[in-house]
């Protein structure tokens, strides 16, 4: 156990953690806006408790990662509650997107930026609008992962959340053959991707124990420019040619003028579901894992957890209508 324990600690000690808060979270704003009576996005509402989903984010993250390793993507339009949420003196390095480009732009700008000062680095990206009640067995299961790449330097492992319904709004994954191991089972090639399926085909991923994609993924950051010099070129092209000025008074500028004819990706139709041998998924353990992605989701989670956060109490007319929707 003691060896183990060393393993994982030697792998983490290297480890970065990128969190992506540059997403909009429409699908749950009537909830959202009722709750905090403006148009922020979930990641930065205190949905599941007294901490927003950021905030819940950047903890489990913590556990891997110190802040000095840690980097929040973004856009500008976000900046000010990015600014509520930690103190730019002691947070974590901050990049704002000028605009939202779609996920392929947001995951791999902070991956140019670690890559840059750290060729040998391991990330974690985490989505930071997720929810997950027990944060230790996530976070040790991700260590394990990032143990494993650290070994097999050049695997892209998604981590997969273990289906309990037929859910049509999540993309599926189907493992393969094993490639690896955690303690709690295999880490398998990915064989084949489905992205939000229709019911009955939804309910065959789920019979044949199929997994949730939860965009959590670990990789070396030098394999991911790799894959983007391949399947993203052109924004392989413009983040090059930007990264020297990443960390400058430049950065800004820089990063606008190379969004500015940048085409929207979005990652996982151009890079997941190629379906490239390197990319590999492991199961999470056992655990509650959502991405709280609409109001009947969220509602039936608390219904569930039999948990009553704070704005269900003092619940106003406009939340009122969105949990009867819910």
């Known amino acids: 156990m003691d060896d183990r324990r060393a393993v994982l600690d030697d ?46 984010t950047l903890g489990r993250a913590a ?29 974590p390095k901050v ?57 097999q330097r050049d695997r892209v492992v998604l981590l997969g959340a273990r289906a309990t319904e037929p859910d049509t709004e999540y993309g599926w994954i189907e493992p393969g053959e094993a490639v690896g191991a955690t303690t709690s089972g295999p880490i398998s090639r990915v064989a084949r991707f489905r992205e939000k399926p229709k019911r009955e085909a939804a309910a065959m991923c789920l019979a044949r124990e199929w997994l949730w ?14 894959v983007a010099d391949v399947l993203l070129p ?12 990443l960390g400058t008074k430049r950065e800004a500028r820089a990063i606008r003028q190379a969004y500015e004819f940048l085409p929207r990706q979005n990652f996982s139709e151009t890079v997941l579901q190629a379906s490239w041998p390197f990319l590999a998924v492991s199961a999470l353990p056992p655990l509650t894992w959502s991405d709280l992605g609409t109001p009947q989701r ?21 939340l009122g209508a969105a949990l009867r929707a819910g």
């Open 213 to 226: 994609n939860t965009f959590v993924m670990v990789a070396k950051a030098r394999t991911l420019v790799s």
């Open 63 to 91: 556990r891997l990662s110190p802040t000095e390793r840690t980097v929040v993507v973004s856009q500008e339009r976000h900046a000010c509650w990015l600014a509520a949420e930690f103190a730019a003196d002691r947070g």
């Open 95 to 151: 990049l704002l997107q000028p605009e939202n480009k779609d996920t392929a732009a947001g995951v791999m700008l902070p991956i140019y930026w670690i890559a840059a000062r750290d060729p040998e680095a391991t990330v974690v990206v985490f989505p930071s609008d997720h929810f997950v009640l027990e944060g230790a067995a996530f976070v040790a299961h991700v260590a394990e992962v990032v143990a494993f790449v650290e070994r």
């Open 11 to 56: 792998a983490t000690a290297r480890a970065w953690a990128v969190v992506l808060a540059g997403g909009e979270g429409i699908r749950l704003r009537s909830v959202t806006c009722a709750i905090v009576g403006d148009d922020r996005p979930k990641q930065y509402v205190p949905l599941m408790g007294a901490d927003s989903l950021l905030r819940q």
């Open 234 to 245: 052109d924004l392989h092209r413009r983040l090059t040619a930007v990264t020297p000025l």
């Open 298 to 318: 969220l509602f039936k989670l608390l219904r569930r957890l039999r948990i009553s956060p704070a704005w269900m109490r003092g619940r106003g007319p406009g």
